[in-house]
C-alpha cells in the first residue's frame, strides 16, 4: 500500500487513542495509533516520530532484512480484550 493510500484509509476512519509512548536513547518517539471501523473493529498502525512505519520484508539488504521504502502495511486488526486482576490488600 502506498503512503497516499494509507492516508485515504485513516481519514476513512475514526481514531480511537494511541495505545502507547516508547522513546528510545535518541529521543525518536515510537507510538501506536488505534483506529476503528464502522463495524466496530478496531486497527493499529505503527508510527515513528508522526509518521508511519514502512513494511519490512525479511528478504530485502544483505543483513537479514529491511524496509521497503514507499510501501506500508495494510493496517492490522486487533481486539479488545479485558483483563481482571485480582489481589488481596490489608487494613493497616
Not at 20 to 29: F, I, K, Q, R
Request: glycine letters at 8%.
Amino acid at each position: 500500500m502506498k503512503l497516499e493510500e494509507l492516508n485515504e484509509w485513516i481519514k476513512a476512519h475514526k481514531y480511537v487513542k494511541n495505545t502507547g509512548y516508547y522513546y528510545d536513547s535518541s529521543g525518536n518517539c515510537e507510538e501506536s495509533r488505534l483506529y476503528t471501523d464502522k463495524e466496530g473493529r478496531f486497527f493499529i498502525i505503527e508510527f515513528m516520530n508522526n509518521h508511519p512505519y514502512e513494511k519490512w520484508d525479511k528478504n530485502v539488504g544483505k543483513y537479514g532484512g529491511g524496509f521497503v521504502r514507499g510501501e506500508y502495511n495494510y493496517p492490522r486488526e486487533v481486539f479488545k480484550k479485558t483483563r481482571i486482576e485480582e489481589y488481596y490488600d490489608y487494613n493497616p
